[in-house]
């Protein structure tokens, strides 16, 4: 049933086959969608991998070997990273280019017939019915991926509040594209959060940006190794009680007593024992 407005409208499918705008089957089986996306892809020049970094600048994470079953037709990419895709790759009009609907349909795919013309301009029409899409002026020369300052940024594949804490090991790194304007100025570098204790400010599996220092101000929200494990907190320190100087007084210096406090109050400060490791890595920027 197509709704409209107040009344229902009945939908009857077309029982011609020849009428319709083309055959699913018939695409995937040529593989057409796939052709496309791989020729598009070397027209930029970029490898597979250096196209799955391009996509994670826009929050779309897909790995190489996913794109590469993009090209041979064994899957499809989703409607937000066929967008990025599109935008990475300077395909304006997506139904002329994946199907030759041009004056020039020669140079795109003129092995498809009639049935396989319309199908992602269909594709376009539902993705800018979605709201997530808004089609590109024929005027436009650059693409948005172009205007769009952005910056490589190393971020840990380590989670905060998980792992060993091996934030600063070079071989625990990746290299991801991001606009310039979403990296706070200072950051040295970015790690994903796991679990909820920083919640609601800092949500599971964001990524924060992190200026490396080994020194914070009481309140400020940094990464650190204690134990052996790392976390995100806000650090607090106070000086101890009398009866706490003896295990607080060490090489002639009486050190503050530090906690590590969760937003989400589910979870007590973890007070931190002098006995163990303990490291500032850096601050948290956003």
């Given amino acids: 049933m197509t709704y409209y407005r107040n009344r229902i409208v009945p939908f009857t499918p077309k029982a011609d086959p020849d009428s319709v705008p083309y055959d699913i089957s018939d695409l995937k089986e040529r593989n ?6 791989a020729e598009a892809r070397k027209r930029r020049k970029l490898s597979q991998k250096e196209l799955s970094t391009a996509l994670s600048a826009y929050g779309a994470h897909v790995s190489a070997g996913a794109i590469s079953k993009w090209e041979k037709g064994d899957a499809f990419p989703g409607v937000l990273q066929f967008l990025a895709f599109c935008d990475i790759c300077h395909i304006d009009n997506i139904g002329e280019y ?3 609907k041009t004056p020039e349909a020669a140079d795109y795919s003129p092995e498809l017939n009639q049935k396989g013309l ?7 029409e539902v993705m800018i019915a979605s709201g997530q899409y808004t089609p590109a002026s024929r005027r436009r020369i650059t693409s948005i991926a172009e205007e769009v300052e952005k910056r490589l940024i190393r971020v840990s594949s380590n989670l905060a509040s998980a792992g060993t804490g091996n934030f600063l090991d070079e071989d625990q790194f990746t290299e991801l594209l991001y606009p310039v304007s979403q990296i706070p100025e200072g950051t040295d570098f970015g790690i994903r959060i796991s679990g909820d204790s920083m919640e609601p400010v800092y949500m599971d599996r964001q990524i924060v940006w992190v200026q490396q220092c080994s020194e914070l101000n009481p309140g400020e929200v940094g990464i650190f190794i204690y ?9 607090h320190e106070e000086m101890p009680g009398k009866e706490e100087y003896d295990e607080y007084f060490c ?7 530090i906690s590590l406090v969760s937003y989400n ?3 007590p400060p973890r007070q931190v024992s002098p006995y163990c490791r303990f490291e500032v890595i850096g601050r948290v920027l956003n």
């Fill in 118 to 124: 319309h199908i992602l301009q269909t594709m376009k």
């Fill in 227 to 235: 134990d052996g494990e790392g976390y995100i907190k806000e650090y």
């Fill in 251 to 257: 090489d002639g210096i009486l050190h503050p007593k």
């Fill in 265 to 267: 109050k589910k979870y």
């Fill in 32 to 37: 057409v969608i796939g052709q496309k996306l």
């Fill in 98 to 100: 994946f199907l030759g």
